[in-house]
């Protein structure tokens, strides 16, 4: 008898790689579990999807552009103007999408569940900022890329999501197909300053 395959995220193959300076690690980057992400589309003026999506998942709808919102393990990101991305955990999920239909029937909008082309990461320490303006042409300075802002761009000739959390964290999601690239490509841009993938 076969046993089923056990899931694995998109890089656990290099968890504990590094480079740089050992222990001084300017940059850790840790890849969330697995996720479920799920595409939102409807009208940011309608009071009922916005009342909806806040029943069954406990998070407002953004409607400021480049804005998110999170509580504990579940983020909602504005997409666009009609579009935003929710991410929450698998476990105790396995009904939200079917949740958030029966919440919406009857409106214009749509859900559609992304999760097996999306990827997770989280980056922090102290060289986050420098390593994020190396990487891309968008102005990551603090001053310029707040606390509650994400944005999508260009990152290393990739697209992706990027949001600042805090200070000295952000999370950036990929699509899975570019992970790898982008992993290898954050171990070697911030190299002089340390860093490792997380365990």
Known sequence: MFEQPRP????????????GQGEANGLVIAEAGLRRYLSIRGSADNARLAEAVRS???????VQPLSFEHRGNSLMFWQGPTE?????????????????????????????????????LSLSG????????????????????????????VFAKATALV????????????????????????????AEYGVIIAD
């Open 84 to 120: 935003w991305l929710l991410v929450t955990d698998q476990e105790g999920s396995k009904t939200l999408e079917a949740d958030l239909r029966q919440a919406l029937a009857g409106e214009t909008a749509a859900v559609v569940d992304v999760s097996g082309g999306q990827t997770l």
């Open 126 to 153: 102290p060289a986050i900022s420098e390593v994020l303006q190396k990487s891309s042409s968008y102005d990551f300075h603090p001053a310029n890329f707040p606390v509650g802002k994400c944005v999508q761009t």
């Open 56 to 62: 069954v998942t406990g998070l407002p709808l953004p």
């Open 163 to 190: 949001a600042r959390l805090d200070g000295d964290s952000v999370l950036m999601l990929v699509r899975r197909s570019f992970a790898d690239y982008l992993a290898l490509w954050l171990l070697d841009a911030a």
């Open 8 to 19: 694995e995220t998109s890089l656990h193959y290099l968890r504990g790689a590094s480079r």
